[in-house]
């Protein structure tokens, strides 16, 4: 059974930074294209940031140069740093893994933007 695991969420302050890491197995990892969705209160869930098997990486606009999406095929992991935290960026953070008909979702993570 594929799992992806997310970690790093917390509660930061305007301003601040978090980094948020997924886990998941060898068996999806490398052929996979993996994601960061988010979904704040009464929103529907969207895309921030995702990287291709290759590396190559697409950000929404709300997001683009404050975060980076990255990969280490030798963890099987995808991690988003997220820089300049803004209380707009509160929500349920999702890791996804995709390739063809297949679609994977963690559970997600919480992240809150407060002072």
């Known amino acids: 059974q594929v799992q992806l695991v997310e970690s790093g969420g917390g509660l930061v302050q305007p301003g601040g930074s978090l980094r948020l890491s997924c886990a998941t197995s060898?068996?999806?990892?490398?052929?996979?294209?993996m994601g960061w969705y988010r979904q704040a209160p009464g929103k529907q869930r969207e895309m921030v940031a995702s990287?291709?098997?290759?590396?190559?990486?697409t950000y929404a606009d709300s997001v683009k140069g404050r975060s980076t999406i990255s990969r280490d095929n030798a963890k099987n992991t995808v991690d988003l740093q997220m820089n300049s935290l803004k209380a707009e960026d509160t929500a349920v953070y999702y890791c996804?893994?995709?390739?063809?008909?297949?679609?994977?979702w963690g559970q997600g993570t919480q992240v809150t933007v407060s002072s």
């Open positions: 996804r893994g995709v390739s063809g008909i297949a679609n994977y």
């Open positions: 060898r068996s999806i990892f490398s052929t996979y294209r």
């Open positions: 990287i291709s098997p290759g590396g190559l990486t």
